[in-house]
């Protein structure tokens, strides 16, 4: 099964790939919904809603920090650094991921697009100014002197994603001869659609050890982990 996925790989020019949360298990980060999740042991609408920020900010940037922190500590994983491997090969890649822990950038991966944000600063909610979070998010600075409050630069439930990065995914899913969709459960919307509406065009494998949302619309399904998959792909095609 894997050698249909090198051989489309190897002929292709155009890739997209979509991952989620299963891909940086490796690097020991916990997923969303597996066991041990994160959405199974914490409220989502308290930590990751505009609502919850409004009801109580500190406890909000408190587990985003701790987040954060743990990120830091971890690494790139095999599969992170496959990814990067493979870029290069082909004059038109584009990795989305739903992730916002940076490891694909810190893997070495260039054509990155963060449909969910990131971790790497704040934005204030009244007058859109930055902060770097280079050390988490002082909970003393929170309140900004233009009377909003910063909030993490991340998707919350109920929200859109950001524009540019939207269209920048969705221009590439289009385009893509295979897609690749990695450690996602695929449940939530819009990033899944990436696969089931705008990859019209595209080959589609699956790479995850249990069967998801998409498993029966897609060409192939690995089941298999990501580092498992992408190391053994990479070392085929020489990359
Ligand atoms: P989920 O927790 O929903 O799914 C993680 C997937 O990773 C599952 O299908 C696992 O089977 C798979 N998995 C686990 N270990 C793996 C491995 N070693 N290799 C490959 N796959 C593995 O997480 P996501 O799909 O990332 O959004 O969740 C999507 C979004 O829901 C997140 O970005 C987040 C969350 O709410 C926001 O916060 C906006």
New binding site residues.
Partial sequence: MIDELVRRLSSARSVCVLT????S??SGLP????VG?L?RTHR?EQL?SPAGFERDPVLVWTWYNERRAAHGQASPSA?HRALAALEPRYPDFTLAT??VDSLHLRAGSKNVVEL?GNLREARCTGCGATYSLERGMPLERIEHECGGRFRPQ????GEALPQREWTLAADAAMRAEVMLV???????HP?ASLATRYARDAWIAE????A?AISDAVDLSLRA???EILSDVVARLGA
Avoid: L
């Avoid at 989620?20 to 891909?23: A, D, E, L, W, Y």
């Avoid at 997923?31 to 597996?34: D, K, S």
């Avoid at 991340?154 to 439930?157: G, L, S």
């Fill in positions: 989620g949360s299963g891909i298990a490796e997923t969303f919904r597996g999740g959405w989502v990751a599969a739903q992730n969910h991340i998707v919350w439930f990695i450690g996602t459960s695929a449940m939530v990033a790479v995850n050890p249990e998801t982990t990501a580092s």
